[in-house]
């Protein structure tokens, strides 16, 4: 396994880090009720994709 020769710097170690940022989810609109969701998934809220009806997809009670 390889070791570090040398001790990384703050500089270097925090210009890497920089990169780590979180980014939002991409949301686009349900074509059924409007509501926001996320591409390629059912919608939360009324549960449709792609035209047909999905009740697995509605909210369950672990989902809060």
């Known amino acids: 396994m390889a070791v570090p020769k040398r ?11 920089a990169n780590w940022k979180a980014e939002l989810p991409t949301l686009t609109t349900c074509p ?3 509501a926001a969701k996320q591409p390629h998934i059912a919608c939360p809220s009324c549960g449709t994709y792609n035209g047909r009806h999905y009740e697995t997809a509605e ?3 672990h989902q809060g």
Do not use: F
């Open 7 to 17: 001790k990384m710097s703050r500089s270097n170690t925090r210009s890497r880090r």
């Open 59 to 61: 909210r369950t009670e």
């Open 32 to 34: 059924q009720c409007k």
